[in-house]
């Protein structure tokens, strides 16, 4: 079956960077565009970045230029690299095959000092 599993999350003080990853098994990776997607507490969930089959990417405003989307088809992994990370991208993030059923499990990401 298929399954997406992020990993990477974890605490960091605000101006520092995380790197997260989605692994991909059970589906052929490289046909699906894939989105990083982030839900805080008492918010609804948002997408964050997304990537094409073909390499096309698209950030939400919020953090435009401070993160980064790309993707491996060969690992089957997609990747979202984080910078400057402010108290308000505190989340969980969750991948997703894009207009699909297909989630990952997430990742809680905190920033604060």
């Known amino acids: 079956q298929v399954q997406l599993v992020e990993s990477g999350g974890g605490w960091v003080q605000p101006g520092g960077s995380l790197g997260l990853s989605c692994a991909a098994s059970?589906?052929?990776?490289?046909?699906?565009?894939m989105g990083w997607y982030r839900q805080a507490p008492g918010k609804q969930r948002e997408l964050v970045a997304r990537i094409t089959r073909g390499g096309i990417t698209n950030y939400a405003a919020s953090v435009k230029g401070r993160f980064t989307i790309s993707r491996d088809n060969a690992k089957n992994t997609v990747y979202l690299q984080m910078n400057s990370l402010k108290p308000e991208d505190t989340a969980v993030y969750y991948c997703?095959?894009?207009?699909?059923?297909?989630w990952g499990q997430g990742t809680q990401v905190t920033v604060s000092s």
């Open positions: 997703r095959a894009e207009s699909t059923f297909y």
């Open positions: 059970g589906m052929i990776f490289s046909i699906y565009d």
